[in-house]
């Protein structure tokens, strides 16, 4: 600009450019970021710059190939809303779960669930402990979310799908039993202690040796560590495993004369069980299926020999 002429006022596009060469203290620290955070953010705005700024596609021109750098900002998004989800459902989960240990006091008002048991049955189930529905109702496994009748019928172990109002019947029409670890109804498992758990073996081997099964199934993981807790003293950790367990482990052995009742260990039933998922329980439960049908043929069989060997003797 020379002497003679006027000077022109500022512009903000001139304030913006002088700005740049504004004075900055060089011990200013500067703000921390993580390295992953700012590629994240820095990817998220190229992506959100580039679909302000790109023009329109033409009617009836191909879709425009998706750079890979977009296709990751889109895929980390998802991840995230996706474990968010997955976060609170688990919180949920835990909330309702977390209920605490619960003194005989308060179910007190609840009658308790006798067994449908009998001599020579070809499996006596052994449940945790009856629900508040099951206590009031009379009849084991009734709630609407447990699976029992469901996995005993789809599994084999009874040839049709029963109702828990026939639990009583149950020994005399298939030859199974039913009866708890622990006898006071509560809410969840969470409401008992662990010492009444083990306090509850010793009666459960009384009851074996007394009606001497051919077979004891274990419904739930935590009934088993109380049992293998009671008989070893410690944890099974990570010699727990589903199925068919060691004779070592036989329930009601009686030294000399009765080798004891095998032990199978299912999942548990119950709705809030869901560490396995509907395909590994029903896995586990037609195993025992599988034997419990081959053994009622075979005493089916059996039976059938006696009357004849009766009738020709008379």
């Keep these: 600009m020379t002497d003679d002429q006027p000077a022109r006022p500022a512009t903000f596009k001139g304030c913006l450019e002088l700005d740049a060469f504004k004075y900055t203290s060089a011990t200013a620290e500067p703000t921390r970021r993580s390295p992953r955070r700012a590629a994240s953010i820095a990817i998220q705005t190229r ?7 790109s023009s ?3 009617p009836g021109s191909p879709p425009r190939k998706r750079k890979k750098w977009e296709a990751d900002a889109d895929a980390e998004e998802e991840d995230k809303n996706e474990n968010s989800d997955k976060n609170e459902k688990r ?13 005989p006091s308060t179910y007190a008002h609840l009658p308790l669930l006798p067994d449908a048991i009998a001599h020579n049955l070809l499996v006596l189930f052994v449940g945790l402990n009856p629900g508040i529905r099951t206590a009031m109702t009379g009849h084991a496994y009734n709630h609407p979310s447990n699976l029992f009748w469901k996995l005993m019928y789809s599994s084999g172990v009874t040839p049709r799908r029963c109702r828990a109002e026939e639990d009583r019947d149950m020994p005399a029409l298939y030859s199974l039993g039913l009866t708890n670890i622990v006898a006071r109804p509560t809410r969840n498992g969470s409401e008992l202690s662990r010492a009444e758990m083990d306090d509850g073996v010793a009666l459960l081997e009384d ?16 009934i088993w560590e109380s049992i293998w807790r009671v008989r070893h003293g410690s944890n099974v950790g990570k010699r727990f495993r589903y199925g068919w367990q060691d004779e070592t482990e036989n329930m009601g052995v009686v030294e000399g004369s009765w080798g004891g009742a095998r032990v199978f260990v299912a999942s548990s039933t119950s709705g809030l069980a869901a560490t396995l998922g509907p395909a590994e329980k029903e896995s586990i439960w037609r195993e025992l299926g599988a034997w419990v049908t081959r053994r009622r043929a075979e005493r089916g069989a059996a039976d059938v020999k006696t009357e004849r060997e009766l009738e020709a003797a008379e």
Excluded at 47 to 53: D, G, K, V
């Design 47 to 53: 992506a959100q710059h580039e679909r302000q700024t």
């Design 56 to 58: 329109p596609r033409p």
């Design 91 to 103: 919180k949920r989960s835990r909330a309702r779960q977390a209920t605490g240990y619960a003194p």
């Design 207 to 222: 009851k074996a040796r007394t009606y001497r099964p051919e077979s004891v199934c274990v419904v739930g993981k935590s």
